[in-house]
T-cell receptor
Framework: DGGITQSPKYLFRKEGQNVTLSCEQNLNHDAMYWYRQDPGQGLRLIYYSQIVNDFQKGDIAEGYSVSREKKESFPLTVTSAQKNPTAFYLC???????????FGPGTRLLVL | KQEVTQIPAALSVPEGENLVLNCSFTDSAIYNLQWFRQDPGKGLTSLLLIQSSQREQTSGRLNASLDKSSGRSTLYIAASQPGDSATYLCAVALNSNYQLIWGAGTKLIIKP
């Protein structure tokens, strides 16, 4: 089955804690993306990667970090510097940045 | 700065009706425009992609149009069904870096 998987489905963060959201794809796509979705707002780009070992900041990168060591994996770390992390996080991938994006099922992050 | 607006934020219609969802954008220098569907608590599914040189795209009961000069796109759904109930989002890809700029979506409810 080809697709994008995200884990966990729900994640709880304590004050001052860093947490990592997983995103894996087996579509052989070069480009991968992380978005944040808040109620009543459009998706906002956190980070994107066009190719392995390279990534760029999106519009709201502060308080987040990523790595792209393997083509199929693009984990997102929400650091303690992100003061309002409660949101629905979506990972996506595309063959290239010019082509349509395919989305994972999302991870909902909640703060305890 | 490119802005994407979707009005109305929510729409409820009886089953069987034809309907139109609207998307407007402020800068006509776009690479493409895409329509996505999102079911509650889930990821996004791509419905239609219109390149900047195209005027419309069709898939089954869905037809999307693009008018760059007026900064508008419409998604036409024919013979609506309860299974069409979802949030519909549009996104425009920038010419400069192909990043997607998103509308906040229209939540569609089809009443049986």
């Amino acid at each position: 089955d080809g697709g994008i998987t995200q884990s966990p489905k729900y994640l709880f963060r304590k004050e001052g804690q860093n947490v990592t959201l997983s995103c894996e794809q087996n579509l052989n796509h070069d480009a991968m993306y992380w978005y944040r979705q808040d109620p009543g707002q459009g998706l906002r780009l956190i980070y994107y990667s066009q190719i392995v070992n390279d990534f760029q900041k999106g519009d709201i990168a502060e308080g987040y970090s990523v790595s792209r060591e393997k083509k199929e994996s693009f984990p997102l770390t929400v650091t303690s510097a992100q003061k309002n992390p409660t949101a629905f996080y979506l990972c996506a991938s595309s063959m290239t940045v010019y082509e349509t994006q395919y989305f994972g099922p999302g991870t909902r992050l909640l703060v305890l | 700065k490119q802005e994407v607006t979707q009005i109305p934020a929510a729409l409820s219609v009886p089953e069987g009706e034809n309907l139109v969802l609207n998307c407007s954008f402020t800068d006509s220098a776009i690479y493409n425009l895409q329509w996505f569907r999102q079911d509650p608590g889930k990821g996004l599914t791509s419905l239609l992609l219109i390149q900047s040189s195209q005027r419309e795209q069709t898939s089954g009961r869905l037809n999307a149009s693009l008018d760059k000069s007026s900064g508008r796109s419409t998604l036409y759904i024919a013979a609506s069904q309860p299974g069409d109930s979802a949030t519909y989002l549009c996104a425009v890809a920038l010419n400069s870096n192909y990043q997607l700029i998103w509308g906040a979506g229209t939540k569609l409810i089809i009443k049986p």
